[in-house]
Each structure stands twice: as structure tokens, then as C-alpha cells.
């Protein structure tokens, strides 16, 4: 449970509610929805190629992000990869972490999905939501960019947020991290979050992969198990689960579903493509001095898909301690598990007692987005007609020049 529910009835005193909009950017008193008399004269805004805009702002207030909803007209996969969103807590100069806007959202691989869970959610396949409780000691800005070389015609959001919210030194802040490894190295587990210094709470992780099938066909991709290194751990963990179905609350593989702590809202088999995600909400995962979490590229190697492995001519190995081929001619090799190579990708959330951490800086857009589907598919949406929203962004951009 994220919110207390007798906080639903106490008064709450010095604390005051803001929505920031297009209606109200700024999310003055008073001062939204001003344009065209208030009848709804600036519900959404053009976003050009290279620019920022600064979609909530708070500066000298304490306070916490309670939601952030939006929807945009170009919901691409090479665009939901090249918006990007940046978070500054307390007046920092550089922002404390930045993220594609799509896998921040849950939709890994740039892909389109209804689902609901407890952080985040996509009621109907067309926009984004997010629950997460954010704190600040001394103000806030989240600002979105347009990396990439179109327009984003139609961007729509609120950011709503309270002020004068009176926090302790128990305060921690919130961090989300992306990263993408295409492909992942042999034997070497993948890091959702590589390590980070300090007291905190890992609160989960949405993953995508992206199945190499040239090298190991249509075989079953999910035996990694999770790993999690907390408070000194070296060689070996202190958490650890069972394989990446189990890890996300289900077993012997994973098909498509969605609940409040787990899911896998894509599973497209037809194009060995697959979103989950795993928050710690009821389960937490706390830490005092540092946290790593990883995932093994393991697989398994099914009985009757042998011989046509075999034919593809690449070495597969074992894993275990000491690197070793696994001989695919041998129909009694067993544990039939194989370590592999695919494309990872991943944006994980947590708590930190500090505004910064040292992760590294976010992957440039040309590498977030490669191997994503066609460009070409930017404006082809069910269910808005390309002419409404050509239309539209036109007329914004002609009242943008008066």
C-alpha cells in the first residue's frame, strides 16, 4: 500500500493542491484556463524537434508529485524512445535522472499496451499514468525533450502536485534509471540497476526484451534469475529468485497479463518481443548502504529443438562456474539450460537519501532507438486520424507565431 488511508480524512494543514497543465502551466491561483475565455483555448501543445519545455516547476516549497497523466498523438515506438523526460529535485542544475518517456511510463520497447498495476498505468491504450509519490525538499522541475528530428504534433499532461508538504530526514528521493544492452555479454548478468551508494528502497523495475533468435531460434529466453546485492554483498547475493517468469509471479514461461505488483503486458510471440515488470510495494526492498540488482541471459534448451540448433553452427555453453559447450547432439544433456545474448532494456525505480546519485548518464537517442519497428508507422494510430491531428498541430503553430 503506497498511501495511508486515515491521511484521507485529516485536515492538511499549510499544504496546498496544484495542477500544471497547458491550461496553467505554472499552476498559478487562479490563472487556469484563461485562453480563448476559458473554453478550453490551450489543452494541449506542439513539441519541436530539439525542444524542451518545462511541464511542471516548483521553486522554494517542499512538497510531493502525487500523479502525472499525459497522451501524445505520435506514440511511435522510435518516438516514445526519443521523448525525454528530466527530473530536478531541490533546484539541483542538473537533473537528478532523465528517462525515455515511454519506458518510464511501463512500455518498454516503445510498444502500446493497455494495462493497470499499482505505479503505472494505460487504461486503454492510449495514454500515461504514474502514481509514484515523489518528495521534494526545496522545489522541483520536470521538463520534456523532443530528441528526435519530427514533430510530437500533440502533447497533452498534468503533473499534479502538492506544496508546503512537511518533511523529515527519513525523507528519501525518488530515482528512476534506464538502460539498454543490445546485445548483453555471455555470462555476464545484465544490471537493471548497477550499483548505487546510500540508504534507499529498490521499488521494482519494467523490463523489455527483445529475443535474439538468429542465434538461439525461438527457444525459450526467461531462465535468468534475478539478483539482488545489498549493504556489501560481493560474489553472491542475499536475494536471489528462480528464473524471470517466477521473478514477475508466474511460472513455466509467460504469456500477456497485468496486476497490481506483476506482469508481462507484452508478450507478442510472433515477433519475440516481451514487456514485464515487478514492483516491491508489498515485499519491500530496503538498503542501508548500497544495492545492485541484475538478471542472468539464460535459457532453455527444449529436446526437440536440438538438431535444428545444431545446424546453425554456433557454439552454445553450458552455464556453471567454468565456461563449457553444451553438446546439442546429445539428447541426455541435461540441465537443458544455455547462457545467451539478447537485447535488454530496462527502466528501474528507487528511493534515495540524495537528490544525485553517480549512475551513469542517458544512452543518446540514435542507441535507445535502434532496432525499434519503422519510422514510418509515426502517425499511424487507431484511433485519431492523421488529418485531425495534421490539422491541429497547424493551428497551434500558427497561433504559436502571433
Request: glycine share 8%.
Amino acid at each position: 500500500m503506497l498511501y495511508d488511508p486515515n491521511s484521507f480524512f485529516r485536515k492538511a494543514k499549510g499544504i496546498r493542491t496544484c495542477w500544471a497543465s497547458p491550461e496553467n502551466p505554472k499552476a498559478r491561483r487562479g490563472k487556469g484556463g484563461i485562453p480563448n475565455g476559458g473554453r478550453k483555448g490551450s489543452p494541449c501543445l506542439p513539441l519541436l524537434p530539439g525542444e524542451s519545455y518545462v511541464m511542471a516547476d516548483a521553486s522554494g516549497v517542499s512538497g510531493v508529485v502525487r500523479r502525472i497523466w499525459a497522451t501524445i498523438s505520435d506514440r511511435s515506438p522510435w518516438m516514445l524512445r526519443s521523448l525525454r523526460l528530466d527530473f530536478y529535485w531541490d533546484q539541483m542544475d542538473e537533473p537528478s535522472f532523465s528517462v525515455p518517456f515511454g519506458d518510464f511510463f511501463g512500455h518498454g520497447l516503445g510498444r502500446m499496451y493497455a494495462f493497470d498495476s499499482a505505479l503505472f498505468s494505460n487504461p486503454e491504450g492510449r495514454s500515461f499514468n504514474c502514481f509514484i509519490p515523489m518528495p521534494f525538499k526545496s522545489g522541483m522541475k520536470i521538463v520534456i525533450t523532443n530528441e528526435s528530428d519530427q514533430p510530437q504534433p500533440l502533447l497533452y499532461y498534468d503533473v499534479d502536485y502538492t506544496v508546503g508538504d512537511p518533511h523529515g530526514e527519513e525523507m528519501l528521493y525518488f530515482h528512476a534509471h534506464y538502460r539498454r544492452e543490445n546485445r548483453t555479454s555471455l555470462r555476464k548478468d545484465y544490471a537493471f540497476l548497477p550499483g548505487i551508494s546510500g540508504e534507499g528502497r529498490f521499488l521494482g523495475v519494467n523490463a523489455g526484451v527483445i529475443v535474439n533468435t538468429e542465434d538461439y531460434l525461438d527457444t525459450w529466453w526467461g531462465e535468468g534469475e534475478v539478483k539482488m546485492y545489498i549493504d556489501g554483498d560481493s560474489e553472491y547475493p542475499s536475494l536471489c529468485g528462480t528464473g524471470t517468469e517466477d521473478y514477475i509471479g508466474t511460472a513455466w514461461e509467460q504469456g500477456q497479463y497485468a496486476t497490481l505488483y506483476q506482469g508481462c503486458p507484452l508478450a507478442d510471440f510472433e515477433n519475440n518481443q516481451f514487456v514485464f515488470y515487478r514492483y516491491h510495494i508489498p515485499d519491500p526492498v530496503f538498503f542501508h548502504e548500497d544495492i545492485r540488482v541484475t538478471i542472468q541471459q539464460i535459457g532453455f534448451c527444449e529436446f526437440d529443438k536440438r538438431e535444428s540448433l545444431s545446424k546453425l553452427g554456433r557454439k552454445q555453453y553450458k552455464p556453471g562456474a567454468e565456461k563449457k559447450e553444451f553438446d546439442l547432439s546429445d539428447p541426455l544433456e541435461v540441465p537443458p539450460y544455455l547462457e545467451r545474448e539478447d537485447d535488454f532494456s530496462s527502466c528501474a525505480y528507487f528511493y534515495l537519501d540524495s537528490p544525485e546519485t553517480t549512475l551513469p548518464k542517458l544512452d543518446p537517442v540514435a542507441r535507445r532507438t535502434e532496432g525499434l519497428l519503422d519510422r514510418s508507422e509515426t502517425l499511424a494510430l487507431p484511433d485519431v486520424s492523421s488529418d485531425f491531428v495534421l490539422t491541429y498541430y497547424q493551428f497551434m503553430m500558427d497561433n504559436r507565431a502571433k
